[in-house]
Nanobody, 121 residues
């Protein structure tokens, strides 16, 4: 299984970015997918997750109401729409996949390489 995250870049506070994660190598619908981030000097944190069907989602309090996770099974891609960005959103963002059909925090078996998001004030 390969995960390819993209869409990172620089933004000013209040702007939006959309991250994409292409999941290939196995049947896309077999996976729940999550987005995580790790800021310099901080532990990795889970931000959002989406179930295999897309009918279930979960968000961390830090991003609830600002970030939206979605998936396009035909495009084998999961998206993270990030609105109202803040400087504290600056981090490397990772997507990960699990065979577990859950959106609550769990162990993820497969990880992408990360994409950097930098938000300036």
């Amino acid at each position: 299984v390969q995960l390819q995250a993209s869409g990172g870049g620089s933004a000013s506070a209040g702007e939006s970015l959309t991250l994409s994660c292409v999941v290939s190598g196995r049947t896309f619908r077999d996976f729940s997918v999550g987005w995580f981030r790790q800021a310099p000097g901080k532990e990795r944190e889970m931000l959002a997750a989406i179930s295999r069907s897309g009918g279930g989602t979960w968000y961390a309090d830090a991003v609830k109401g600002r970030f939206t996770i979605s998936r396009d099974n035909a495009a084998i891609t999961v998206y993270l729409q990030m609105n109202s960005l803040k400087p504290e959103d600056t981090a490397v963002y990772y997507c990960a996949a699990t065979y577990r059909n859950t959106v609550t925090p769990t162990l993820y078996e497969f990880w992408g390489q990360g994409t950097l998001v930098t938000v300036s004030s």
